[in-house]
Nanobody, 124 residues
Framework: QVQLVESGGGLVQAGGSLRLSCAAS???????MGWFRQPPGKEREFVAA????????YYSDSVKGRFTISRDNAKNTVYLQMNSLKPEDTAVYYC??????????????????WGQGTQVTVSS
């Protein structure tokens, strides 16, 4: 069983920054982690992903160059550093765990566990 707890959301002005954290418990070290978001009235969408073992990171086109995903294996924590935030980044952000490192990073169905979500609101 894996539990994921997100933190770090909040209200920020456009152009500002936030860092989200996702603390994972359970057997995740052989797998991968992702961040997704669900804007108001829209479907969930992929944001970023990373393997616990390292290697390339993956981003959606809408956040590439502004967001950075990273991990701290010693703390079993994944981060999402969000810079140059825009009002369209407003959403509930979810972290997710895949129990495999061979997955399709942007495919929500490839993830086995999800956090409860944290709200990010960007004001214009």
């Amino acid at each position: 069983q894996v539990q994921l707890v997100e933190s770090g959301g909040g209200l920020v002005q456009a152009g500002g920054s936030l860092r989200l954290s996702c603390a994972a418990s359970g057997r995740t070290d052989s797998g991968s982690m992702g961040w997704f978001r669900q804007p108001p009235g829209k479907e969930r969408e992929f944001v970023a992903a990373i393997r616990w073992s390292g290697g390339p990171t993956y981003y959606s086109d809408s956040v590439k160059g502004r967001f950075t995903i990273s991990r701290d294996n010693a703390k079993n924590t994944v981060y999402l550093q969000m810079n140059s935030l825009k009002p369209e980044d407003t959403a509930v952000y979810y972290c997710a765990a895949a129990l495999t490192a061979t997955w399709s990073p942007s495919r929500g169905h490839d993830y086995d566990y999800w956090g409860q979500g944290t709200q990010v609101t960007v004001s214009s």
